[in-house]
Every structure is written in C-alpha cells, then in structure tokens.
C-alpha cells in the first residue's frame, strides 16, 4: 500500500515538471457560432484595423499570415516594468491565423486559432531568439473578432426586423 502512495507521488511531480510545456504549447482559440463567411470578413477587418501586412491570405485553406511586425518599443517598455532591466536590441513578431468550418447542434459553426511566433535580438552577436507568447494579443484579437461577430449578427437582426415591419405597411 506505502508503494502505491509513493507512486501517486511521483506521478503528480512529475506532472508539475511538463504541466508548463503544455500551457506554452496550448494555441489561443475559440468557437463562434456564424458562418465561415462571417468569421472571415471580421477576421479581414481586424486585419485591416490593425494594418498588419499580409504574406499569406487564402480563403479555401482558412488561412491568415502576417508579415513580420517590429515591436522592439513595446518589448522594451513592458520589460521596464518586469523583472528583467536589460534592453532588446530588436524585437519581432508573426501572427498565424487559422480559420476552420465545423458544424454544432445543425449550425454551422467557426473555430478561429491564433498564434503568434515572437522573436527577440538582444545583442548582435547572439541573433534572434524564439520567446513564448503571453497570449495577451491573441485573446484580445479573439474577443474583438466575437464583438464584430455579435454587432453582425444584431445588425442582421434589426434588418429582418425592419423588413418585416416595411412588409406589414405595404399591405
């Protein structure tokens, strides 16, 4: 029995050990009920908003890519406040963007990842260097997309409404 006990043990320490590894693996998303038209017209807004540089955009595949984008100020300014005071030479980053059609209860459904791949140069002798993600700029992307969404959405409500109370006075 004192074995048994000590093996749970060392199960859960050993879970501690890669519990981080899957948490930085893990790709921002979410599932939005409309179609994937929808889904892509609000992501191209977000896009456009931002005024990212696309390198890749196609629609049949569902997927976005940015081009590179500097944000060595922002890096640099976060980092003041952080526990880290050296400076980044340069600081870059790439969205990836992909967009899946699926169905939910017979209701064409969306599902939207997001990643971003964010490289730093602290000197230039040691070259660029893969840094994770704290996920911030992809949430915040994923809550704008569903506020677009649900604008759409009570837009295309009040039309049908209307509508329907223009269909009511012409007769």
Same mark, same amino acid.
Request: aromatic letters at 12%; glycine letters at 0%; charged letters at 30%.
């Given at each position: 029995q004192a074995k048994v006990i000590l093996l749970l043990f060392m199960g859960c320490a050993s879970y501690d050990q890669f519990?981080?590894? +899957?948490?930085?693996?893990?790709?921002?998303?979410?599932?939005?009920? +409309?179609d994937y038209e929808m889904t892509w017209s609000a992501i191209k807004s977000i896009v456009d908003t931002y005024n990212y540089s696309l390198e890749v955009s196609n629609r049949a595949s569902g997927l976005w890519k940015t081009r590179w984008v500097d944000n060595t100020l922002e890096m640099n300014f976060a980092n003041t406040f952080g526990s880290r005071r050296s400076s980044i030479k340069a600081a870059k980053f790439k969205l990836i963007i992909n967009v899946v059609k699926g169905f939910r209860t017979d209701r064409e459904a969306t599902k939207v990842f997001i990643s971003k791949r964010q490289l730093v140069q602290k000197d230039l002798l040691q070259g660029w260097k893969v840094i994770p993600s704290d996920n911030i700029l992809e949430k915040t992307l994923l809550y704008r997309i569903g506020r677009i969404l649900l604008i759409e959405k009570k837009l295309e409500q009040f039309e049908r409404q209307k509508s329907k109370e223009v269909e009511k006075v012409a007769f």
């Open positions: 519990k981080n590894v +899957t948490e930085d693996y893990e790709v921002p998303s979410q599932v939005f009920r +409309t």
